[in-house]
């Protein structure tokens, strides 16, 4: 009997997010500067106004004093602010934010033509939210910048979802980073559970969340520390043309060329958290680290081959074996880059299509005869 009382009790909130302006993105500290605007509305019956045919019933029975009481009664609650406190309320928290420099809240009274009541929250977020990336594509990643809307009510008390009459957005252009970052117009609102570590974890709270998508440009990385690297790395095959009786230049060169790819993978490594997985640029780098290293050994093994003709021969099979494991490196790098990145995109695309179909729909509907004589009447309180 219980579960039937918490089931009746239950609302709905409906959840629309706009990312008004999404700041900067802070790949090394894991955070992103946005502008918010949330929206959250749910059915309120108390406030109900009478339909159209409930007021021809009235006046035909002749109940016109107590239509007449009753929009009184409504315009009274209308007029006074304070009246939309008394309801009930989702008590929405945002998550993720690590400091806010604006946040500004109010309430709204929504009536549509069947004369059911909204009350309508409004939230406007100027913060910076955390944000765990994900950087095993770095430099050629896809980031979520995601903010995360809960309560403090149980999930038998609310249900938080999208609102699909309402289509969540993304400003893309008053985006301020658009020489690093490529945003994605759309936004994609998840609803996930949470539980607080203060409470029974059987107490769960529902969330939701919501957020849009920018891709990394590449070229910083790729002119200024991977094609570096690729020269760097190609220099070793110059050294083969160092005389074989002289491997003390040999290795010198070799070792050089090892302690300036030590360099750039500290460079690397200012660009990115400290994590515990390889991204794609730690790969390159490495790969050429061990390609460099490998030269050096073979320029110290060669001295201890035997006559100077098999030296001679050896030596000329290794540099071609080099060489082709040069290209190959370069081949094999750049497939598993487009491998491992096109599941990614492939998604992003994907929710970007999904998104566009259904505001194009929703753009068809609005503009339809139909829907135009019956647009939502609504008054602020």
């Known amino acids: 009997m219980a579960s039937n009382v918490d089931f009746i009790l239950k609302k709905k909130a409906l959840i629309k997010v706009v990312f008004l302006k999404v700041g900067e993105i802070d790949t090394l500290k894991e955070f992103f500067v946005a502008d918010v605007f949330v929206q959250i509305r749910w059915r309120e019956p108390a406030l109900d106004k009478p339909t159209e045919r409930q007021r021809v019933k009235d006046v035909l029975t002749g109940a016109l004093r107590t239509l007449t009481q009753s929009h009184i009664e409504i315009s009274k609650r209308k007029s006074d602010e304070i ?35 909204f009350i309508v929250q409004k939230h406007r977020l100027k913060a910076t939210f955390s944000e765990n990336l994900e950087l095993a594509l770095f430099p050629f990643d896809i980031q979520d910048l995601t903010l995360i809307i809960s309560t403090e009510l149980s999930e038998a008390e609310v249900e938080l979802v999208e609102d699909i009459e309402e289509i969540s ?6 985006f301020a980073k658009e020489q690093e970052w490529t945003l994605h117009e759309c936004v994609s609102i998840t609803p996930k559970v949470t539980t607080k570590a203060y409470t029974n974890p059987q107490y769960k709270n529902p969330a939701v969340v919501a957020g849009c998508f ?20 190609s220099l070793s095959l110059a050294t083969f043309a160092v005389d074989r009786a002289l491997p003390q230049n040999r290795l010198q060169l070799s070792f050089t060329l ?101 505001a194009h729909r929703k753009l068809a509907l609005e503009k339809s005869p139909v829907i135009q004589t019956a647009k939502v009447s609504s008054m602020s309180v």
């Open 83 to 117: 009246q939309l406190e008394k309801y009930w309320d989702p008590k929405i928290v945002f998550q993720n934010i690590l400091s806010e420099t604006m946040h500004s809240e109010w309430k709204l009274l929504k009536h549509n033509d069947d004369g059911e009541a």
């Open 169 to 174: 957005s993304v400003q893309i252009d008053s």
């Open 214 to 233: 920018a891709g990394r440009r590449a070229g910083f990385f790729i002119w200024n520390v991977m094609l570096i690297m690729t020269l760097i790395s």
């Open 258 to 358: 090892v302690l300036t790819g030590v360099a750039f993978k500290f460079v690397a490594n200012q660009s990115i958290p400290k994590i515990s997985y390889l991204t794609h640029l730690d790969r390159y780098i490495l790969g050429s680290m061990i390609f460099l290293y490998l030269v050096c050994i073979w320029h110290a093994v060669v001295t201890l081959t035997g006559d100077q003709a098999t030296s001679r021969e050896a030596d000329k099979d290794a540099f071609i074996v080099f060489s082709s494991c040069f290209a190959c490196l370069q081949v094999l790098f750049i497939v598993s880059v487009v491998i491992s990145g096109y599941h990614r995109y492939s998604n992003v695309k994907q929710i970007e299509r999904r998104y566009q179909e259904r």
